[in-house]
């Protein structure tokens, strides 16, 4: 009696080994406390989640469908960046700051955006000069449509041009990081005409300030185009409600 080999195609196990699912790796509890505190911190700082507004622990979870001790974890995190409060008798609620807070931050990002433009008049090169004038045509194309929304973007890309002519990345970062913590409460900014004509109005005047390399001039419009001011501090504060500040820390 003859025996019969069976014979196995190696290609075909190949196949069914790649083909069989391998069991996803279990999220750990760190992992899932930073994607919540990465998730919350972004609503906080874009005014999602406004200036007092309560947290409930257990809506979270709901929402990101995990236990109650991964969002203790993310909202801790968040406290110790001072983006929220954790009281035990008020709860937890997103953290509020002192008109006197707001003001320093202001004068903070006004200083340096004005470093910024000082450095771009300095140091932009053509093809920087160049997307400086792009950004800047797209802001007054929003401006001429009355598209808020969209002029919100093209402003945001003008300063961005800026901090990248500046060639220097620390001051960039420092600069995006101190506008990330003010953002939440600069909901009003930008919000009707005569805002955006303004605005616009002072990137014509920076942008013609660093195209002809004048870094005095630029710091200087730079300087006064951030809400920091006197009078550009009553009309910022104005707009904004009065419930998104801390008056017990004045």
Known sequence: MTLMKSVV??????????LDPQPAAPRTRASLANDIREALQAEIETGQ???????????????FNVSRTPVREALQHLAARELVVISPRQGITVARLSIAKVRSMLEYIGELEALCARFCARRASDAQREALDRALMACQQA?????????????????????DGSRNECLA?????????????????????????????EHFEIARAIQ???????????????????????????????????????
């Open 9 to 18: 195609d190696p290609h075909s196990e190949h196949e069914s080994a790649t």
């Open 49 to 63: 989640l406004a200036p007092g507004m309560p947290i409930d622990e257990r809506a979270l979870a709901a929402r």
């Open 143 to 163: 401006a001429v449509e009355g598209d808020a929304s969209e002029y919100a973007r093209a402003n945001a890309a003008f300063h961005d041009a800026i901090y």
């Open 173 to 201: 970062g420092q600069i995006r990081a101190a506008r990330r913590q003010s953002e939440r409460y600069r909901v009003a900014d930008l919000s009707n005409r005569r805002q955006i004509s303004r605005s616009l109005q």
């Open 212 to 250: 002809a390399g004048d870094e005095a001039k630029a710091a200087d419009v730079m300087r006064r185009h951030v809400p920091a001011g006197t009078t550009g501090f009553s009309e910022f504060l104005a707009a904004v409600p009065r419930h998104f500040f801390d008056f017990g820390a004045e």
